[in-house]
């Protein structure tokens, strides 16, 4: 349903569609993922969590649990040989609680046994003794400092403001409101799982892990084992989806701890209901935003404050809220701002890392806010944006220069000329499936309105704030045969496919083969912020360019010409004067050229403590239009189509792409009508895939897109990352059509929160403040 | 309480020994049988990972008692086609792009053979109706769609070509 040709091969360089190298493994079922390693004689283990948001421990007895037949290990606090805590940023969450827990499902000890049915038994029968302390969940309490400290480090886990240009102009027009954006979880489908390997003699393990970052879980690890990295082998298991939850720990320590322990191999597999527990979410957040414009709608300033809830520990929180803040302008011009960001600590869920990491929360508030403005102006919502689109070279609010291309203005003009949906509303057939409600037969035609919304995004690419996050490959050529080596972490957005695109086309061959992914190589940095088409791309791309560097000195010396004068021509070597011509199958045959290379992207800095600093590193561009069908009674919606236009720089894949933008869109399409964790009083109320809601193939509708190629000069391949924009544009524009949709049923809608709920539409009583 | 029974596996009586009788299907086919291909990811029959045939019939394997499937013939992603001989819907599932992470994958394969072999061509209302039983979090679900849609022609085309 894609307006992009995804064409037609001849040989898999850069530009065609491959296929994915795991293609065939993944759809027989023999492709291993974390969760399917095993074997005879391995144990399970399983960890025990808190039930309470925050409580004091006064007693652990884990003497019931050894009595059980079956247990080989119970491991608690005490256990730890090396740093007690862990953490990406701040090393502030226990590897176990031993004084204090601060969320439900904190963990506080662990167990191995023959069987997770003794392992459930064993949990079962460990007496942990608590004293319930007051939990503190109210974000703005933390903001005001009315909350007790819930962490040795305080519940403010950052506060940065930014301060750009003049604060005290107004326009003629001003707009604000305040948003709302739930909690959302990445939800992929392959829980957390896997498989410690004690070396014989302890003095070191092998890890099979599903991470999004095989270095940093390692040197993670290292510290909590007491342990050098060295001692510590990753393995990238099989990744069942990421989207940013696999980038803290979850149960890594755990399991090295008791291999470790037992000196015998030890798997650990979560349940859906501890995954949500176990790992970090979408902060939820408010937002606060006014825009001042002239009466032509030309932004003049905005003011904003932001509001993280970064629940029980640091995590990610202090990069997202960066993120978030320096995102406040959006894809526009914006020569004025005053903007004031909390991430603070609860005894929440703690969150971290997910897929558009700020700017989906940040995006939802600009956009809403756009077509406050476009309405106030008499603008329609695609005028508005093109009238404030930013440029390369313009300044932004932290005062770094727009460097990179930047066609926002074709990504709102193509998206608006995409074709709409040729069928009504409730389509031709009159099929019940196509109204709102679907299944449950309870919409009318006759009182369902179609809406139309549009939204526009700009993400930054790579990591911020003086962050090197380098990557590295090695790449080995012999008798025509490239074998690649990196650490690159494949969770299913496919470098699999685009690395050997990348050999065939530097080097001139076919076969490429790819080494295990594992630490045995350098750090390739983590497989998020749209970062590894450039970083690993890019490490892959100098790695091969160092091989075919001495390939051409090989058959220059050989040939008696200048290395200079070579190049690659298909799948073979030629010389400028043509007089030269050999296949790169001959020219490497009995020979062995083998390179690594690291790619690092231009230094960036910190932001002072106005804000200002060249924070950022590279940034890409994305529009949606959402169609959207609406029964304002019911207050049910159907999406009924999604256009987009993005900003790639180059396509390096068409069929990648196409998965990326589809999928990213499923998962914005979740935040703006269905996905939510729901806490009362500190506690998850729906840890489970029956109330947790996801996107089926009922409720994503067809994608229209269109790729807006202008490649990047300072992208090593000219591509920009795709993975996040998708998925942060595409929410406000859902929300943006079910506005319009009420606005034609006669309503005035506000809908200043995701996911947007039935009682948002009805209306039937105010929103809760929580 | 441990137990024996046999299961009929992919054509394979396959025995299960010592098994304790609260497990469910998916935990005898992966950890006790070793066909790994049925994925677990939700464990209440909402996101179709696991999906298998029992008695003909498409099921989600961990809401099913293993032992409750004697006698009934199962068949898994293993049992649909030899290793490195893929289906059509397999062939079709890697050429248009509907795998990513992989992981709901196996299910989703089961459930397109299923549904094809009862519906040979589906509209595409039919195909989002009947795998909306299946989860996938990675690819929007588009490439999917594309891939059932061209299985449907291809094997109509084959049958025309057969019947001419």
């Given at each position: 349903?894609?307006?992009?040709?995804?064409?037609?091969?001849?040989?898999?360089?850069?530009?065609?569609?491959?296929?994915?190298?795991?293609?065939?493994a993944?759809?027989?079922?023999?492709?291993?993922?974390?969760?399917?390693?095993?074997?005879?004689?391995?144990?399970?283990?399983?960890?025990?969590?808190?039930?309470?948001?925050?409580?004091?421990?006064?007693?652990?007895?884990?003497?019931?649990?050894?009595?059980?037949?079956?247990?080989?290990?119970?491991?608690?606090?005490?256990?730890?040989?090396?740093?007690?805590?862990?953490?990406?940023i701040?090393?502030?969450?226990?590897?176990?609680?031993?004084?204090?827990?601060?969320f439900?499902?904190?963990?506080?000890?662990?167990v191995?046994?023959?069987?997770?049915?003794?392992?459930?038994?064993?949990?079962?029968?460990?007496?942990?003794?608590?004293?319930?302390?007051?939990?503190?969940?109210?974000?703005?309490?933390?903001?005001?400092?009315?909350?007790?400290?819930?962490?040795?480090?305080?519940?403010?886990?950052?506060?940065?403001?930014?301060?750009?240009?003049?604060?005290?102009?107004?326009?003629?027009?001003?707009?604000?409101?305040?948003?709302?954006?739930?909690?959302?979880?990445?939800?992929?489908?392959?829980?957390?799982?896997?498989?410690?390997?004690?070396?014989?003699?302890?003095?070191?393990?092998?890890?099979?892990?599903?991470?999004?970052?095989?270095?940093?879980?390692?040197?993670?690890?290292?510290?909590?084992?007491?342990?050098?990295?060295?001692?510590?082998?990753?393995?990238?298991?099989?990744?069942?989806?990421a989207?940013?939850?696999?980038?803290?720990?979850?149960?890594?320590?755990?399991?090295?701890?008791?291999?470790?322990?037992?000196?015998?191999?030890?798997?650990?597999?979560?349940?859906?209901?501890?995954?949500?527990?176990?790992?970090?979410?979408?902060?939820?957040?408010?937002?606060?935003?006014?825009h001042?414009?002239?009466a032509?709608?030309?932004?003049?300033?905005?003011?904003?404050?932001?509001?993280?809830?970064?629940?029980?520990?640091?995590?990610?929180?202090?990069?997202?809220?960066?993120?978030?803040?320096?995102?406040?302008?959006?894809?526009?011009?914006?020569?004025?701002?005053?903007?004031?960001?909390?991430?603070v600590?609860?005894?929440?869920?703690?969150?971290?890392?997910?897929?558009g990491?700020?700017?989906?929360?940040?995006?939802?508030?600009?956009?809403?806010?756009?077509?406050?403005?476009?309405?106030?102006?008499?603008?329609?919502?695609?005028e508005?944006?093109?009238?404030?689109?930013?440029?390369?070279?313009?300044?932004?609010?932290?005062?770094?220069v727009?460097?990179?291309?930047?066609?926002?203005?074709?990504?709102?003009?193509?998206t608006?000329?995409?074709?709409?949906?040729?069928?009504?509303?409730?389509?031709?057939?009159?099929?019940?499936?196509?109204?709102?409600?679907?299944?449950?037969?309870?919409?009318?035609?006759?009182?369902?309105?179609?809406?139309?919304?549009?939204?526009?995004?700009?993400?930054?690419?790579?990591?911020?704030?003086?962050?090197?996050?380098?990557?590295?490959a090695?790449?080995?050529?012999?008798?025509?045969?490239?074998?690649?080596?990196?650490?690159?972490?494949?969770?299913?957005?496919?470098?699999?496919?685009?690395?050997?695109?990348?050999?065939?086309?530097?080097?001139?061959?076919?076969?490429?083969?790819?080494?295990?992914?594992?630490?045995?190589?350098?750090?390739?940095?983590?497989?998020?912020?749209?970062?590894?088409?450039?970083?690993?791309?890019?490490?892959?791309n100098?790695?091969?360019?160092?091989?075919?560097d001495?390939?051409?000195?090989?058959?220059?010396?050989?040939?008696?010409?200048?290395?200079?004068?070579?190049?690659?021509?298909?799948?073979?070597?030629?010389?400028?004067?043509?007089?030269l011509?050999?296949?790169?199958?001959?020219?490497?045959?009995?020979?062995?050229?083998?390179?690594?290379?690291?790619?690092?992207h231009?230094?960036?800095?910190?932001?002072?403590?106005?804000?200002?600093?060249?924070?950022?590193?590279?940034?890409?561009?994305?529009?949606?239009?959402?169609?959207?069908?609406?029964?304002?009674?019911?207050?049910?919606?159907?999406?009924?189509?999604?256009?987009?236009?993005?900003?790639?720089?180059?396509?390096?894949?068409?069929?990648?792409?196409?998965?990326?933008?589809?999928?990213?869109?499923?998962?914005?399409?979740?935040?703006?009508?269905m996905?939510?964790?729901?806490?009362?009083?500190?506690r998850?109320?729906?840890?489970?895939?029956?109330?947790?809601?996801?996107?089926?193939?009922?409720?994503?509708?067809?994608?229209?897109?269109?790729?807006?190629?202008?490649?990047?000069?300072?992208?090593?391949?000219?591509?920009?990352?795709?993975?996040?924009p998708?998925?942060?544009?595409?929410?406000?524009?859902?929300?943006?059509?079910?506005?319009?949709?009420?606005?034609?049923?006669?309503?005035?809608?506000?809908?200043?929160?995701?996911?947007?709920?039935?009682?948002?539409?009805?209306?039937?009583?105010?929103?809760?403040?929580? | 309480?441990?137990?024996?029974?046999?299961?009929?596996?992919?054509?394979?009586?396959?025995?299960?020994?010592?098994?304790?009788?609260?497990?469910?299907?998916?935990?005898?086919?992966?950890?006790?049988?070793?066909?790994?291909?049925?994925?677990?990811?939700?464990?209440?029959?909402?996101?179709?990972?696991?999906?298998?045939?029992?008695?003909?019939?498409?099921?989600?394997?961990?809401?099913?008692?293993?032992?409750?499937?004697?006698?009934?013939?199962?068949?898994?992603?293993?049992?649909?086609?030899?290793?490195?001989?893929?289906?059509?819907?397999?062939?079709?599932?890697?050429?248009?792009?509907?795998?990513?992470?992989?992981?709901?994958?196996?299910?989703?394969?089961?459930?397109a053979?299923?549904?094809?072999?009862?519906?040979?061509?589906?509209?595409?209302?039919?195909?989002?109706?009947?795998?909306?039983?299946n989860?996938?979090?990675?690819?929007?679900?588009?490439?999917?769609?594309?891939?059932?849609?061209?299985?449907?022609?291809?094997?109509?085309?084959?049958?025309?070509?057969?019947?001419?």
């Open positions: 349903m894609s307006a992009v040709d995804t064409g037609t091969r001849t040989r898999d360089v850069l530009g065609a569609s491959a296929l994915r190298p795991d293609g065939i993944k759809v027989q079922g023999t492709f291993q993922f974390s969760s399917d390693l095993g074997g005879d004689g391995v144990l399970w283990g399983a960890t025990l969590r808190s039930p309470h948001p925050h409580a004091r421990i006064i007693r652990i007895d884990v003497s019931p649990a050894w009595k059980i037949a079956g247990v080989e290990s119970v491991i608690t606090a005490d256990d730890v040989p090396g740093q007690m805590t862990y953490g990406l701040d090393q502030d969450q226990p590897v176990f609680a031993s004084d204090v827990v601060r439900v499902g904190e963990p506080i000890a662990a191995a046994a023959d069987h997770p049915e003794t392992c459930r038994r064993a949990l079962a029968a460990i007496v942990v003794e608590y004293e319930v302390l007051e939990p503190v969940l109210d974000p703005e309490a933390v903001v005001a400092g009315t909350a007790p400290a819930i962490h040795p480090n305080g519940n403010v886990l950052r506060h940065q403001r930014i301060l750009h240009g003049d604060p005290s102009v107004t326009g003629d027009i001003v707009v604000e409101a305040t948003y709302d954006i739930g909690m959302q979880d990445q939800a992929f489908l392959g829980l957390e799982a896997a498989l410690a390997i004690p070396d014989p003699g302890g003095g070191g393990v092998e890890l099979h892990i599903a991470t999004q970052w095989l270095h940093e879980d390692r040197k993670q690890i290292a510290d909590c084992l007491g342990m050098a990295p060295e001692q510590v082998r990753l393995v990238l298991a099989g990744v069942g989806g989207f940013g939850a696999r980038e803290d720990i979850s149960l890594q320590v755990h399991t090295c701890l008791l291999a470790l322990r037992l000196g015998r191999p030890v798997r650990m597999h979560y349940s859906r209901a501890e995954s949500f527990l176990g790992h970090v979410h979408r902060h939820p957040a408010t937002i606060w935003m006014r001042h414009a002239t032509a709608g030309e932004i003049v300033k905005v003011e904003a404050r932001f509001v993280f809830d970064g629940g029980a520990y640091a995590s990610t929180s202090s990069a997202v809220l960066l993120n978030a803040i320096t995102h406040t302008q959006g894809p526009y011009r914006c020569p004025n701002a005053v903007v004031d960001g909390w991430a600590r609860t005894n929440h869920l703690p969150c971290g890392a997910m897929r990491f700020g700017v989906v929360q940040a995006c939802f508030a600009h956009e809403s806010q756009l077509d406050k403005l476009a309405e106030a102006c008499g603008l329609d919502p695609v508005i944006r093109v009238r404030n689109v930013m440029h390369t070279g313009d300044r932004m609010i932290t005062g770094q727009m460097q990179n291309v930047a066609p926002i203005e074709r990504c709102l003009r193509e608006a000329a995409l074709p709409f949906p040729d069928e009504p509303v409730g389509g031709h057939d009159g099929d019940v499936m196509r109204l709102p409600g679907g299944a449950g037969r309870t919409a009318d035609v006759g009182h369902v309105y179609r809406g139309i919304g549009y939204a526009a995004a700009m993400k930054n690419l790579m990591y911020s704030e003086g962050f090197d996050d380098y990557s590295t090695r790449c080995r050529l012999a008798d025509g045969v490239v074998t690649l080596k990196f650490a690159t972490a494949e969770v299913g957005q496919g470098f699999v496919t685009l690395a050997p695109q990348i050999a065939r086309d530097v080097l001139g061959v076919d076969e490429v083969v790819l080494d295990r992914i594992d630490t045995g190589v350098g750090s390739a940095g983590s497989s998020s912020a749209s970062r590894q088409t450039w970083m690993s791309g890019g490490a892959v100098a790695a091969c360019i160092a091989v075919r001495r390939l051409f000195e090989h058959v220059a010396a050989r040939h008696g010409v200048e290395a200079a004068s070579l190049r690659i021509d298909g799948i073979e070597i030629v010389d400028e004067s043509g007089a011509r050999l296949s790169v199958a001959d020219a490497s045959a009995g020979v062995e050229f083998d390179e690594t290379r690291e790619y690092h231009p230094p960036t800095e910190d932001l002072d403590e106005n804000g200002q600093g060249n924070c950022h590193t590279a940034f890409a561009f994305v529009a949606h239009r959402a169609v959207v069908d609406v029964d304002p009674d019911l207050g049910l919606v159907k999406v009924v189509q999604v256009a987009t236009a993005q900003d790639v720089g180059r396509v390096l894949n068409p069929l990648s792409v196409v998965g990326q933008v589809e999928g990213g869109i499923a998962q914005g399409l979740g935040l703006a009508v996905e939510e964790i729901v806490q009362i009083d500190g998850i109320r729906n840890a489970s895939f029956t109330d947790y809601l996801l996107p089926t193939m009922l409720d994503m509708p067809p994608v229209v897109m269109s790729f807006v190629e202008e490649p990047e000069p300072l992208a090593p391949l000219g591509a920009k990352g795709v993975g996040e998708p998925t942060i544009s595409s929410t406000p524009a859902i929300v943006a059509a079910i506005r319009d949709a009420l606005r034609q049923a006669g309503r005035e809608p506000r809908l200043d929160r995701v996911p947007v709920r039935p009682i948002d539409i009805i209306g039937v009583h105010e929103r809760p403040r929580t | 309480m441990s137990e024996h029974y046999t299961l009929h596996v992919n054509g394979v009586e396959r025995a299960v020994q010592d098994a304790w009788v609260g497990e469910n299907l998916l935990y005898v086919l992966r950890e006790r049988l070793g066909l790994m291909a049925a994925k677990g990811a939700c464990e209440q029959g909402e996101c179709g990972s696991c999906s298998v045939l029992v008695g003909g019939n498409l099921v989600c394997s961990c809401l099913v008692l293993a032992a409750s499937a004697v006698g009934e013939p199962i068949v898994t992603v293993e049992g649909l086609a030899p290793p490195g001989a893929p289906s059509d819907v397999q062939q079709a599932f890697v050429d248009c792009g509907a795998v990513q992470c992989g992981f709901c994958t196996p299910g989703l394969i089961i459930a053979h299923d549904l094809l072999d009862r519906t040979p061509e589906p509209t595409e209302m039919q195909i989002r109706e009947e795998l909306s039983g989860v996938c979090r990675c690819t929007g679900y588009g490439r999917i769609i594309e891939a059932v849609q061209q299985v449907a022609v291809a094997r109509r085309t084959a049958d025309a070509g057969a019947a001419s």
